[in-house]
């Protein structure tokens, strides 16, 4: 809902996004993530050896167990308590707040029927504070700036807020044959200009899945791990890749040749520096968030606009689109 440009980052490196002709007759969304349901407020799920209901997010749910009205999690804000790190050097460090366990109504919405979804999702998250509470009115909100605000001031949102989605199921078969998938993003941060990104140029083209790159926050994983969880960041930029196969296939107004040999001199731009700045980086590691976010307009200068895709834009294309171009905001559909 709060229409941000790549995925969360705790499955992965790279998104898939589903055809919105599955909304018509086959998505169930819940109001939170159906994991934290499980973990917080399934009164038998609880009671198992081994639950984890003691992971620690802050969210408030209609607990099975009336005996059990609150909940103490920890979450990224102050250092007040260090749990597991990858890196040793760097701890993540965890806030602690104390959540009231009512209030959610986990039933699920679908097409047409979907206010209750956003009324329990801002209770559900009403505990959580990040920078971007300051545009008032929660988590609702939240929502509404980021779709009608006309300056970053009300746009711009953290990583912390990322985590507040809506969980959309799609109830159905996904079949490539029938373009049930419309575009593969990559994590920029983590593959562009690395062997990997390649494989997931060939794997977008063998599908004939248009492919998109992303910056989020500029991190590899949104900041939950790197003390920028609570950063307010744009989440808006995505960028169409120009290699020839995947203009191939959509209706962009990139010029095929001249973009395909910019988007090669970008590519080769940030494989530069991920050799040259941070030698000891795997071939496979994230960039440093302000190498990432420093690279981003460099690249994009690179194309122009007219491979940019709008993320915030209202979603009026049709179901084989994949969003509009920043350049006039004009539908990028498939041509076939």
């Given at each position: 809902m709060l229409r941000v440009d790549k995925g969360n980052p705790q499955f992965g490196r790279v998104a898939a996004v589903f055809s919105p002709s599955f909304w018509s007759?086959?998505?169930?969304?819940?109001?939170?993530?159906?994991?934290?349901?499980?973990?917080?407020?399934?009164?038998?799920?609880?009671?198992?050896?081994?639950s984890t209901h003691s992971i620690g997010m802050p969210v408030a749910c209609a607990s099975l167990e009336p005996s059990i009205p609150f909940f103490a999690p920890y979450y990224p804000y102050t250092r007040t308590r260090t749990l597991y790190s990858p890196n040793p050097s760097s701890p993540i460090y965890y806030h602690h707040a104390q959540v009231e366990c009512a209030s959610l109504n986990p039933s699920p919405?679908?097409?047409?029927?979907?206010?209750?979804?956003?009324?329990s999702n801002a209770r559900a998250w009403a505990?959580?504070?990040?920078?971007?509470?300051?545009?008032g009115g929660g988590q609702l909100g939240r929502l509404f700036s980021r779709w009608h605000g006309d300056s970053s001031r009300w746009t711009d949102i953290s990583a912390a807020d990322t985590a507040t989605y809506i969980e959309s199921n799609v109830l159905a078969q996904?079949?490539?044959?029938?373009?049930s998938i419309t575009l593969y993003i990559g994590?920029?941060?983590?593959?562009?200009?690395?062997a990997r990104g390649k494989t997931l140029q060939l794997v977008a083209s063998s599908r004939g899945i248009a492919l998109a790159w992303a910056i989020g926050d500029g991190t590899?994983?949104?900041?939950?791990?790197?003390?920028?969880?609570?950063d307010r960041a744009g989440f808006d930029g995505r960028l169409l890749d120009a290699s020839i196969g995947n203009l191939r296939l959509v209706n962009t107004s990139l010029q095929?040749?001249?973009?395909?040999?910019?988007?090669?001199r970008a590519w080769a731009l940030v494989a530069a520096a991920r050799a040259t700045s941070y030698p000891e980086l795997p071939e496979d590691g994230p960039l440093?968030?302000?190498l990432a976010r420093g690279l981003w307009p460099q690249v994009t200068a690179m194309l122009g606009d007219a491979a940019l895709l709008g993320v915030r834009a209202p979603a009026t294309c049709g179901g084989a689109c994949i969003g509009r171009s920043a350049r006039g905001g004009a539908c990028v559909c498939y041509l076939e």
């Amino acid at each position: 809902m709060l229409r941000v440009d790549k995925g969360n980052p705790q499955f992965g490196r790279v998104a898939a996004v589903f055809s919105p002709s599955f909304w018509s007759d086959a998505v169930a969304a819940t109001p939170v993530d159906s994991g934290l349901y499980e973990g917080w407020c399934n009164k038998t799920y609880i009671g198992l050896p081994g639950s984890t209901h003691s992971i620690g997010m802050p969210v408030a749910c209609a607990s099975l167990e009336p005996s059990i009205p609150f909940f103490a999690p920890y979450y990224p804000y102050t250092r007040t308590r260090t749990l597991y790190s990858p890196n040793p050097s760097s701890p993540i460090y965890y806030h602690h707040a104390q959540v009231e366990c009512a209030s959610l109504n986990p039933s699920p919405g679908t097409l047409g029927h979907i206010d209750h979804v956003l009324l329990s999702n801002a209770r559900a998250w009403a505990g959580l504070i990040t920078n971007s509470t300051t545009v008032g009115g929660g988590q609702l909100g939240r929502l509404f700036s980021r779709w009608h605000g006309d300056s970053s001031r009300w746009t711009d949102i953290s990583a912390a807020d990322t985590a507040t989605y809506i969980e959309s199921n799609v109830l159905a078969q996904a079949l490539f044959s029938e373009r049930s998938i419309t575009l593969y993003i990559g994590c920029f941060a983590s593959l562009f200009g690395t062997a990997r990104g390649k494989t997931l140029q060939l794997v977008a083209s063998s599908r004939g899945i248009a492919l998109a790159w992303a910056i989020g926050d500029g991190t590899d994983d949104q900041g939950f791990a790197t003390y920028s969880a609570y950063d307010r960041a744009g989440f808006d930029g995505r960028l169409l890749d120009a290699s020839i196969g995947n203009l191939r296939l959509v209706n962009t107004s990139l010029q095929r040749d001249l973009s395909s040999t910019a988007f090669a001199r970008a590519w080769a731009l940030v494989a530069a520096a991920r050799a040259t700045s941070y030698p000891e980086l795997p071939e496979d590691g994230p960039l440093p968030r302000g190498l990432a976010r420093g690279l981003w307009p460099q690249v994009t200068a690179m194309l122009g606009d007219a491979a940019l895709l709008g993320v915030r834009a209202p979603a009026t294309c049709g179901g084989a689109c994949i969003g509009r171009s920043a350049r006039g905001g004009a539908c990028v559909c498939y041509l076939e």
